[in-house]
């Protein structure tokens, strides 16, 4: 008998007729003989409507309050859902988190998971075969409840895993799998079947919106299988697990790309120690997260300085940088929010030469200009304008073999 | 330093406008140098949606379930209440029932609380000077959480009042006060300013909606002055007290009806005994409150009886009994939906002789016809038709001299 964690998404669950579909889809699982301990998000525009809410009342809610105020969103799901389960002739029980006893850290809305005390998820999974346990939410030493942040229910169903030493983790999204480009602006996207826990963090970093970043590491760190799939088909969609021997055969797994960033270039910067520590330190302390940092070779005791942020933050960067800027003598500080990251992932990359050049000779040829180039060991990141992203992605997509044999007719 | 516990029910709480200005109207209350616990309802409708929510998933849903659900109602008021009265600049904490400690039994949707362990609240309070907990939930034994049913945020407010040994339990609502009739019907109708707990006990179960039946019985038990008022204005409500020499002074402190209840008549009933018990038996069984029952004397062997239930159990009674009936060879069963039952009330019946009379007498000036009465030390109650019943109720309340002698102008 397997021990399965089912995580559902907002979309699966968005409806009443949608949370029914889900509760006859978990008991097909136990009937095929496993225990399926399922975790919820809350249904689809929940999280949202109850931020609205909470705005209404003020512009800043007390952290603590907004906890309280989200957690029930996962709350109506479970109980939703296991009323439709046992409605079916199934036994189910659904688990809050102070109930699931997922305790956490005590940072209000981006709670980290320390420990689990998995005693009652067991004995309500012998006792009923499928329990639902709210995702998102868990509670601090004090018993105050805290949230883990968007995503935070991917977290939550492989945390359960790993602690559970579940058999699987399938995540059950409104997507089939993760796919070698976006499928909106590739028609011959091709769902890949196996993928790293690595690769999937690059995938998860650089905008693939279909994994939780943090819920990867944990699984990468507990080795939790995962499996990544559509609650809308009955489709194999892709697995993440280690890394093996036959992956490093793929050059090129996938190509991503990220329109949600904008550039600061900061022009004949004086090549002095700590000048870098002087620019960026006003701006962490905003706790504006920066991206990619590209710094010149010094010319004559001046160098160029260009960095990424998030085009939300980039208003407040701009200020921020030009008030430095004029302690360091600096006159030229521009920006530009019309770029994008185009990025190739793949494990293969280690072992294969001439990734990088193939990727900037494919941009070249169809004349799109490279402002910012940044590697990893398994990633290479290219910074364009934001009106060649479409083609840049397709060209990539084409030069390095991901496209689907089928679509291509 | 006084302790206060402050409940405000669902229209109290009804929009995030009225949840600002029960805030505002806590945080004077703090001001003056009391510690609030303010207990909340759901907002109003809310209880109502999440009930159609479930009804969408089953017709019957699982009862553990559907109090997980119910208790998110709850759950967002006081979050949203511990926002706003934060965001003015007063310290805050909001506690749902297992964060309270207000342990009850396990019976889902009908919970009664055994204990409260108020060391968190008392510290919360220490810390906060206000804290908002959440009405209607608590926890079993084993961390399940439940609800008390329709009202149990009166409950809630009184038994936290009780454990606190608060200096008053105040329950806003969205009237003045209780009073002497309906105002809806009757523009004399005038408020009561202190009313016994017996008094209260039977203004409640007899359809006046102010106070939960349960709530009342809690406070008298454990004397618990409770502060009934309206959140709409400042002007003081009806005080809810042990009773004194001088209510005893007045006859009857008002008057109620209830259209709620139908009549269920045997006729020529054979007078034996176990009669009863084979009657009501499957009556009982079926979950079916009874509320008057009047038998008459025997005559030849034979006597009538007849009894009163709610108008929704109506017609499953009717087949109840028309099945017992066959078996005692009655051969007439005959309902009557459309009667009224009106009732005066006041310690002072005790002491005062003749009230009865005058009651019939008053409603015999009328025209109308009496079919069943009950009496109990502070109560009596006729049955009319239902026709009646605004007649009856300003006749009563004339004759008792219950008007307000301003509204007479």
Do not use: W
């Amino acid at each position: 008998m397997a021990l399965i964690v089912q995580k559902y998404g907002g979309t699966s669950v968005g409806s009443i007729e949608r949370i029914k579909k889900v509760a006859e889809r978990v008991i097909e699982s136990s009937n095929r003989g496993n225990k399926v301990l399922v975790v919820l998000s809350a249904m689809a525009g929940q999280t949202d409507a109850l931020i609205e809410q909470s705005k209404e009342i003020t512009e800043s809610p007390d952290p603590r309050e907004l906890d309280v105020l989200m957690a029930t969103g996962e709350q109506v799901s479970v109980s939703l859902f296991s009323m439709a389960v046992k409605s079916m002739g199934h036994d189910c029980c659904s688990l809050l988190g102070f109930q699931a006893a997922i305790h956490t850290d005590h940072i209000y809305g981006k709670a980290r998971i320390r420990t689990i005390d998995s005693k009652r998820i067991l004995r309500e999974l012998d006792k009923n075969g499928v329990v639902a346990v709210a995702g998102f939410q868990g509670i601090d030493e004090k018993r105050n409840i805290t949230t883990l942040g968007r995503g935070g229910s991917d977290t939550t169903a492989v945390a359960l895993a790993a602690a559970l030493k579940a058999d699987m983790c399938e995540i059950y999204t409104d997507v089939e799998g993760v796919f070698s480009t976006d499928p909106n602006i590739c028609s011959r996207a091709k769902k890949i079947d196996r993928i790293s826990y690595d690769e999937m963090l690059e995938f998860a970093s650089l905008g693939a919106k279909v994994l939780d970043i943090r819920s990867v590491e944990f699984a990468k760190k507990f080795n939790v299988p995962l499996h990544v799939r559509s609650s809308f088909t009955e489709n194999e969609g892709t697995m993440v697990v280690s890394e093996t021997k036959e992956m490093e055969k793929v050059m090129v797994s996938g190509v991503v790309f990220d329109k949600n960033e904008a550039r600061v270039t900061m022009a004949h910067v004086p090549d002095r120690p700590g000048i870098a520590f002087k620019i960026f330190e006003p701006v962490f302390r905003a706790g504006i997260v920066v991206d990619m940092i590209v710094q010149n070779t010094s010319v004559e005791g001046f160098t160029d300085l260009t960095f990424t942020v998030p085009i939300a933050d980039f208003q407040r960067t701009i200020a921020l940088v030009q008030g430095v800027a004029k302690d360091i003598g600096v006159d030229t500080v521009v920006g530009d929010e019309e770029i994008a990251k185009v990025s190739i992932i793949g494990v293969g990359m280690r072992n294969h030469a001439g990734i990088a050049s193939k990727m900037f000779e494919t941009l070249s040829k169809e004349n799109i200009n490279i402002s910012m180039i940044s590697t990893s060991e398994i990633k290479i990141s290219c910074v364009i304008e934001e009106k060649y992203t479409e083609l840049a992605v397709r060209a990539l997509h084409e030069a390095f073999g991901l496209g689907d044999e089928k679509a291509e007719a």
